[in-house]
T-cell receptor
């Protein structure tokens, strides 16, 4: 299977919460990231979490990490139309590795 | 503070032509890298550098060369463009790998 798996699409109504899920295979992942990409634009780092953390909150964003299940999620509270984008999960595994491993991205569509 | 700057943003090449994608960062980051993004896929690492004078191959290095003569610049050279190199290219930099990693706005390359 893929190193990082994400659902390809998610559709939510404006004002609801969005939850984007990600599973990964590398148990040595040290940093895990969420990036946002709007159409025709680059990647914007939203947040990252270190592997010894379970949760990180930053304004409307909540990241949950279940290291045992190798599951990462990003919750966006009060989703707005401006949140419509592709969200990429990625990890960096640490010593000896010099790359981020990305999922294929989840396209979030926010319905007004 | 410009962050990570890539040029050009758009380019059309004919098969067999060569060109250089430029990447510059003004944050004094040691680590720089180039990724390519293809439709429906995540990002894949082409080449990376952990400091001036040091470069190494990533996951998909064939057909590309890099150099790192200064901390600020990390150009990516396409030696003889092929249609398979049609992609969006992203440059990234980080103070140390694993810390926050910043991406440029991307360069859209089409090889005909």
């Amino acid at each position: 299977g893929e190193d990082v798996e994400q659902s390809l699409f998610l559709s939510v109504r404006e004002g609801d919460s969005s939850v984007i899920n990600c599973t990964y295979t590398d148990s040595s992942s040290t940093y895990l990231y969420w990036y946002k990409q709007e159409p025709g634009a680059g990647l914007q780092l939203l947040t990252y979490i270190f592997s010894n953390m379970d949760m990180k909150q930053d304004q409307r964003l909540t990241v949950l990490l279940n290291k045992k299940d190798k599951h990462l999620s990003l919750r966006i509270a009060d989703t707005q139309t401006g949140d419509s984008a592709i969200y990429f999960c990625a990890y960096y595994s640490g010593a000896g590795s010099y790359q981020l491993t990305f999922g294929k991205g989840t396209k979030l569509s926010v319905i007004p | 503070n410009a962050g990570v700057t890539q040029t050009p943003k758009f380019q059309v090449l004919k098969t067999g032509q060569s060109m250089t994608l430029q990447c510059a960062q003004d944050m004094n980051h040691e680590y720089m890298s180039w990724y390519r993004q293809d439709p429906g896929m995540g990002l894949r690492l082409i080449h990376y550098s952990v400091g001036a004078g040091i470069t190494d191959q990533g996951e998909v290095p064939n057909g590309y060369n890099v150099s790192r003569s200064t901390t600020e610049d990390f150009p990516l050279r396409l030696l003889s463009a092929a249609p398979s190199q049609t992609s969006v290219y992203f440059c990234a930099s980080s103070p140390i790998l694993g810390n926050t990693i910043y991406f440029g706005e991307g360069s859209w390359l089409t090889v005909v």
